[in-house]
């Protein structure tokens, strides 16, 4: 990335109007972060009360102190005449407003957010409850446990025949929801920009959880492709082959040996052994049939330390990352070099790292701490955008253009959002270096179904130089570039941002990067399991007991979160756009994505260790956790928050006399008896379905949830409620696909188009004919030469 010597924050002059509480308010810390101007509200009878588990600063929570780090809280109370007047004149003057009121709750009857929209119709209002307020759902409430069920994420963590396994970082699947609901509020405010009119979003929690954490029917990494649905659960062993993490001198290290290269790398690595030299070790599935291949690269490693294995699994283009604890991976050189955490003062004494931004813009961290004192005004038009053909499709990024060089699950989720809200997506690819995901060239799968549609593609030869120039005349009327390449090889193909500026100064360029575009690690191989190795998280997924089984193989995060990172800030830039009639740079790394979400567990281990007392609630209560149902594999988490639900779980399991014991009132007393209260909860579930379960304990307003394994997500009812899912016949497909549906619950936003997902140079005629205006002739010559390339059935047909 080329960094510019001033840095102008994307979001300068937004002014946001933020009434939420607890681990949520990670949104306006994301719209914080880019430049907008977050007031912090405190409204009488409306804000709730934070009750956020886990660390507290006095009584506001470690997480919600770092998220409303640099931000003005406001105390207002709309009753008494002046009240009103200031939270009217708030109103009035704010782009967004954020809120959580809980459905059915006096606070959400005393907001009146729809009268809010009324008397506003200009205000974009991100309307936050854990169910949504449009289902029969939306009294429901929702922990962390009980949103990693509902996800179908615990039924792919653990070990099999134990409990699923609750992933580390409390706050998870909230914080990974914040990012999703980031992008669609920017979409929807860079429309009103243009429109005039402003907008009521509807947003679900665990909308938001399930496709941006580990989506079932969303992309998936390489590891899983392939598997069926029927089998997504914990298989422990294939598990293990994957992404296998093997025992070495002072620790553990992960690996990767999915492509063929990669096993030649391992091959050599291991000095060719004889026993694995046939070439049908070259096939995925021939290597993980092999009873003794895992065994002997573990043999291979134990000897060495973990700095040795790093390095030589690099330089023999085997990716390869040391299993780190999160105090080891704080501690590490890139970390350091990339200056993502900054000491700050949370309260008075009291000094902790936070987190300074989640990416980099034009070579900035995009930080509030790090923003400039004197921001522009935000812009009151869009005059690059207004001039762009916009049909009345309910679509907020109609007459955007993106090339989509993405590959692999961020670049499909990144090049997908723009899809699926509008934007015209253009895939840019070449058989010589197809995407990971895409399979056998003339096929489709649902892994690539997922991630590609309402794209098209054109083929192109990004190594020759007349396959440059022609991406760089697409460039010149494109308005985002999409790239998550190791850092290097977007110059060397000519499309990076310092060249493409030169092209068309308006362009916003995205580079998403395993550990970021500088530091020592910057051209590391690197994939989503190895960044989480890295990072500190896989020693943190694993069962108290069992500190050397690993469970995160499984799930694909932080690919798909980090893929919103991407798409929101490369929204703010088109944004500012409008303001400077310039573009901008934007750098994701996926490393630092995660250990973001890891801030408030950080902060406050750093503060213990200097003495201070930890004060609040423990993270955990009892019950927190998963409980057995009836049948195969059943389970259901189960939170109890405070004293009204505990009472509520003893009447509903039937142990009134639980809940008359004065001793268990308080969530110390509980705590002391987590045996004894588990084995009554025990009883309870085992001889139910987790679905039973959950509804009744639902509806006594206890926080529960069924594991749903990935099967049986479509069919649950809050999501048909929803319109969550779709299912889709690829005319290259013998079977339907099932899809993710819609993105956003609004008045005014559709339900994603129907594009199907292309083969690769499916389009390139069609795009080269009307967007580079070439006649056949001229794109039969240049697909004979291979600059161009078309489909195989395509040229298939043609001959």
Request: hydrophobic share 40%; glycine share 10%.
């Amino acid at each position: 990335m080329t960094s510019t010597d001033t840095y102008d924050p994307p979001l300068s002059g937004v002014r946001v109007v933020d009434l939420s509480s607890g681990p949520i308010t990670a949104v306006g810390r994301l719209l914080a972060d880019l430049g907008a101007r977050v007031t912090p509200v405190n409204l009488a009878g409306v804000t709730e009360t934070d009750a956020t588990v886990g660390p507290h600063i006095g009584s506001t929570p470690v997480g919600t102190a770092i998220n409303r780090l640099g931000l003005t809280t406001l105390d207002i109370d709309a009753s008494t005449a002046d009240g009103a007047r200031r939270w009217q004149q708030l109103l009035a003057g704010a782009a967004i407003l954020i809120e959580n009121t809980r459905p059915g709750s006096d606070a959400e009857k005393t907001l009146a957010v729809r009268q809010i929209h009324a008397d506003h119709p200009s205000l974009v209002i991100l309307s936050i409850s854990d169910f949504g307020r449009d289902s029969d759902y939306r009294r429901w409430q929702a922990t962390t446990p009980v949103l990693h069920a509902l996800t179908s994420e615990l039924s792919r963590s653990g070990i099999p025949g134990r409990e699923p396994l609750v992933p580390p970082a409390p706050q998870l699947p909230y914080h990974v929801a914040a990012a999703q609901a980031a992008v669609l509020t920017m979409s929807v405010y860079l429309d009103r920009l243009r429109t005039g009119t402003g907008d009521l979003i509807d947003f679900a929690v665990l909308d938001g959880a399930m496709q941006t954490l580990d989506p079932p029917f969303g992309t998936p990494g390489t590891g899983s492709a392939g598997v069926p649905l029927s089998e997504q659960r914990r298989n422990w062993a294939a598990e293990r082959q994957r992404y296998p993490i093997v025992r070495c001198k002072d620790g553990y290290v992960r690996i990767c040996v999915l492509a063929k290269r990669q096993w030649q790398g391992m091959f050599t690595w291991l000095g060719k052994p004889e026993e694995y030299a046939d070439p049908k070790f070259n096939s995925l599935i021939e290597r993980f049939k092999s009873p003794t291949l895992l065994q002997a690269i573990e043999k291979f490693c134990a000897d060495k330390t973990r700095a040795e294995l790093e390095t030589e699994g690099q330089r023999h283009g085997v990716p390869t990352a040391a299993v780190l604890t999160l105090t080891e991976a704080l501690d590490t050189e890139q970390v350091k070099n990339r200056g993502f955490f900054r000491e700050v003062q949370l309260a008075d004494g009291l000094t902790a790292p936070v987190p300074v931004g989640v990416c980099e813009v034009d070579g900035h961290r995009a930080g509030a701490l790090t923003a400039p004192p004197d921001t522009p005004a935000c812009p009151a038009g869009a005059p690059v955008l207004a001039g762009r053909a916009r049909r009345s499709e309910g679509l907020p990024l109609q007459g955007i253009r993106v090339l989509d060089l993405g590959v692999i699950v961020v670049g499909a989720d990144t090049g997908r959002l723009f899809a699926d809200l509008g934007a015209e997506v253009i895939k840019i690819e070449n058989s010589a270096f197809p995407d990971g995901l895409r399979g056998r060239l003339n096929m489709m799968s649902q892994t690539y179904a997922s991630g590609q549609r309402n794209k098209r593609s054109i083929g192109i030869d990004l190594r020759s130089d007349e396959g440059r120039a022609l991406a760089h005349r697409l460039a010149e009327d494109a308005d985002v570039v999409l790239t998550n390449f190791k850092p290097g090889v977007a110059q060397s193909l000519g499309m990076d941002f310092a060249t493409l500026a030169k092209v068309n100064p308006g362009i916003v360029v995205v580079d998403s990067s395993a550990f970021g575009p500088t530091g020592p690690w910057a051209r590391r191989l690197g994939y989503g399991p190895l960044v989480r190795a890295a990072a500190g998280f896989t020693d943190l997924w694993v069962y108290p007991d069992a500190p050397g089984e690993f469970c995160d193989t499984v799930t694909v995060y932080p690919d798909h979160v980090a893929a919103r990172i991407g798409a929101l800030t490369a929204l703010t830039l088109l944004l500012r756009r409008e303001r400077t009639g310039t573009g901008g740079a934007v750098s994701v790394a996926q490393s630092e994505v995660m250990l973001s979400h890891l801030a408030s567990e950080i902060a406050a281990a750093v503060l213990q260790r200097q003495g201070h007392q930890r004060s609040g609630e423990p993270v955990h209560d009892a019950p927190w956790g998963l409980f057995p149902a009836e049948g195969d594999d059943s389970w259901v988490a189960v939170t109890v928050r405070d004293t009204a639900d505990w009472l509520a779980l003893c009447a509903v399991i039937g142990r009134e006399d639980l809940g008359a014991d004065g001793a268990l009132r308080t969530r110390a007393g509980r705590d002391a008896c987590r045996a004894r209260i588990d084995e009554a909860v025990r009883a309870w579930t085992s001889v139910r379905t987790a679905a039973a379960a959950m509804e009744r304990l639902q509806h006594a307003g206890v926080p529960a949830g069924a594991v749903l394994h990935a099967a049986e997500v479509p069919d649950f009812g809050y999501y048909v409620q929803r319109r969550a899912f779709r299912e889709e016949l690829h005319p290259r497909a013998t079977e339907p696909f099932m899809m993710e549906n819609v993105q956003i619950h609004s008045d005014r936003v559709a339900d994603p188009p129907l594009g199907q997902a292309p083969l690769l140079g499916e389009q390139t005629r069609a795009i080269a004919a009307e967007l580079l205006g070439l006649s056949d002739a001229e794109i039969d010559e240049l697909i004979e030469r291979g600059v161009l390339e078309v489909a195989q059935e395509v040229v298939t047909a043609e001959r």
